[in-house]
C-alpha cells in the first residue's frame, strides 16, 4: 500500500533542519483491533514561508489537517524503494 504525508506538510519538512524545527500535536484515537480504521489530527504553525505562498488564506492560527491510514505505518512494517523515512 502507498502511504505518504499529508500534502500540506511537504512545503513544511523539504529538508533535516526543517523536519528538526517541525513542532506540531497529533491528536487521534486510541489503540483498538480495525488495522485499517484509522483517524486523527496534526496541528500545526507552519514556520516557513513557502507554506505561507501556497496558502493565501493562513491567518497566523495553528493549521490542522487530518489524518487517516495513508498517512500511517504500522509496527513491524516492511518498506521497500524508499531511502528514508521521518516518523513520530
Not at 505561507?52 to 491510514?69: A, Q, R
Request: charged share 25%; aromatic share 12%.
Amino acid at each position: 500500500k502507498h502511504k505518504t504525508s499529508h500534502k500540506w506538510t511537504v512545503p513544511c519538512t523539504t529538508n533535516d533542519e526543517d523536519v528538526f524545527n517541525f513542532n506540531g500535536e497529533i491528536s487521534c484515537q486510541g489503540p483498538n483491533e480495525y488495522l485499517y480504521k484509522f483517524e486523527g489530527n496534526l496541528s500545526f504553525k507552519p514556520s516557513d514561508k513557502r507554506f505561507l505562498e501556497n496558502e493565501s488564506s493562513y491567518d497566523g492560527e495553528d493549521i490542522k489537517v487530518p489524518l487517516d491510514v495513508n498517512q500511517m505505518l504500522l509496527r513491524g512494517s516492511s518498506l521497500r524503494n524508499t531511502e528514508y523515512v521521518y516518523g513520530i
